[in-house]
């Protein structure tokens, strides 16, 4: 058993890992206790399941990183800003992309729609990330193809279930 302190945004999280057969790993927020499923029924064995980061914060690419190590995904690289993860999503056939969509250069819709003008069969799963999910944000991540949505501060509830659908689809 193994305890971490994260502090992202002003929330901070305990994440405490229990190894109860490898079946599951609780992350506390505030008072309110999340069990995490790590154990999936899917053909997909999650360490070969390829993810890119993209955020221009490092404690919000820390904070969705820990989740994901603890649902036991190793493969998993960061881009800081457009320029850079578009790059990265020509160069790597990623399964699954956490796309901010404020960030530098371009902003995220803006690169998912270079990247499926470039890519139109891709089968990467994207999900748009922000603080701030307008009727006009969604129908802009909508007209380029994204997948899901998730706000933040991350919702330890939503991000699972946009992980669990993630599986589904790859």
């Known amino acids: 058993h193994s305890s971490k302190i994260v502090k992202h945004l002003n929330i901070i999280y305990t994440i405490n890992k229990f190894e109860t057969n490898g079946i599951e790993n609780e992350i506390i927020h505030g008072n309110k206790q999340h069990k995490l499923n790590v154990f999936n029924h899917h053909k997909v064995d999650n360490s070969d399941v390829k993810i890119l980061i993209v955020d221009d ?9 820990h989740i994901l190590t603890f649902k036991k995904f190793y493969n998993i690289d960061h881009a800081e ?11 790597n056939n990623y399964n699954f992309v956490l796309m901010d969509i404020k960030i530098p250069i371009f902003d995220g819709i803006e690169v998912v729609k270079k ?56």
């Open 57 to 65: 914060n490092k404690q919000n690419q820390e904070c969705m990183e």
């Open 81 to 91: 800003d457009g320029e850079e993860a578009y790059d990265k999503m020509i160069l």
């Open 115 to 170: 990247y499926k003008a470039q890519c139109p069969q891709s089968k990467t799963f994207i999900v748009a990330v922000t603080a701030g999910i307008s009727d006009e944000i969604k129908k802009q991540c909508f007209d380029v193809n994204m997948d899901a949505f998730l706000s933040k501060p991350i919702d330890i509830d939503s991000f699972d279930k946009i992980i669990n659908l993630m599986l589904k689809k790859i």
